[in-house]
């Protein structure tokens, strides 16, 4: 009822007795770790299904800079907000890498958007719900930044080339960004009594959403098997999921902040952190349009696309009157 195009689960995976001699042949090109490139044979869901995660992916950076943008004008000092500018900067550069990613695909830019406007194409859930406090912007960079490295280390190993190389760009600024969170958190951490509560409520709210951004559990994830059997995925969602849990959990000890699960326990046989359930019904909620902003952000960006009209006629009218002055000469 959520996904969209492909949708294979483990049991309905090709086996290479179903496959033609051309998809046996892509196949070992994938299994000897030959990276696929934009002019090399794909079978059609292949292609599919890279064009559905790539732009999913590059719209999501795209509405992403929206939370923290809207703490731009309102950070506490010059330093932060020369950082958080250059960090709501560097989201805008991904979302063109990764729409220039999807292109070589042959999807336009133009069809991309369209779906992104029209509500059809999706983004992260995360990027709908409010950034109420300055904390939030510490809490984002840290949390959500931090999932999404943990998300995105593997995609530098992705089997289409030109998605794999985005994202080696990609991970290194995430990496800063993450450390810009965690640091304004440690400000607050350390502060006054109201900073400290204020980092704490960030964190009791953008928790459970941070979880969710890796997607359904894997007996309800939809793509997965077959992302992975292509390499496009090399983990599954609870797999990273769980990482991103066992990585931040020590780094909210080190805050002095609590994580808010209260079935939240270190495994000693597991050697991972057990944790509370998630609650799947907000993130469907979430991904189905009825996040607390989803009409708020999927509004800015209908605005900023018919404001900036002016803009991109006039860079058609100027490329137009170029190419008549190089014909003319
Ligand atoms: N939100 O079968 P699966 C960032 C959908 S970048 C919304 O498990 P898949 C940087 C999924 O699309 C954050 N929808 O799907 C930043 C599918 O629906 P569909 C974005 C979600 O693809 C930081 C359906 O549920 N990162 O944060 C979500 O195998 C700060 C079934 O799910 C990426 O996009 C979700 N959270 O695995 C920017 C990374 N999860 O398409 C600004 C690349 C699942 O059939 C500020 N993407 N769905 O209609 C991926 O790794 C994968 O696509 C997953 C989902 C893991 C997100």
């Not at 709501?88 to 999807?107: F, I, K, R, S, W």
């Not at 969710?212 to 496009?232: C, E, L, R, T, Y």
Request: net charge negative; aromatic share 10%; proline share 5%.
């Amino acid at each position: 009822m959520y996904a969209q195009e492909v949708k294979t689960p483990s049991s309905r995976l090709r086996s290479r007795s179903d496959m033609c001699e051309q998809e046996c042949a892509f196949q070992d090109k994938l299994d000897a770790g030959t990276k696929i490139e934009p002019k090399d044979w794909m079978p059609d869901a292949y292609r599919k299904t890279l064009v559905r995660q790539i732009s999913q992916h590059a719209h999501s950076e795209i509405v992403g800079q929206l939370p923290e943008g809207n703490w731009i004008t309102r950070a506490p000092t010059l330093e932060r907000k020369a950082i958080l500018l250059a960090k709501v900067q560097d989201e805008a550069g991904h979302g063109l890498y990764l729409y220039c990613a999807a292109e070589t695909l042959g999807v336009s830019r133009d069809d991309m958007t369209a779906d992104l406007l029209s509500g059809r194409a999706k983004y992260s859930s995360i990027f709908n719900y409010p950034t109420l406090t300055w904390a939030d912007v510490g809490a984002i960079g840290w949390l959500v930044d931090g999932a999404a490295i943990m998300n995105q280390v593997p995609l530098q190993r992705c089997s289409y080339g030109p998605y794999a190389r985005a994202m080696v760009r990609v991970c290194k600024e995430e990496s800063f960004h993450q450390r810009q969170g965690f640091d304004i958190m440690r400000v607050l951490a350390n502060g006054t009594e109201a900073q400290r509560a204020m980092a704490q409520d960030a964190l009791d709210r953008w928790w459970w959403p941070s979880l969710m951004m890796f997607g359904p559990p894997d007996d309800a994830s939809v793509h997965s098997a077959q992302s992975m059997a292509w390499g496009i995925k090399q983990d599954s969602n609870d797999e990273l999921r769980q990482k991103f849990v066992d990585q931040t959990v020590p780094q909210s000890d080190f805050l002095g902040l609590k994580i808010p699960d209260p079935d939240l326990i270190w495994n000693d046989d597991e050697q991972h952190y057990d944790f509370g359930a998630i609650d799947w019904h907000e993130f469907y909620d979430v991904i189905a349009g009825n996040g607390p902003c989803n009409a708020e952000r999927l509004g800015a960006r209908c605005n900023a696309w018919s404001e900036g009209a002016w803009y991109r006629e006039g860079l058609k009218a100027h490329s137009d009157k170029q190419r008549l002055d190089r014909k003319a000469a």
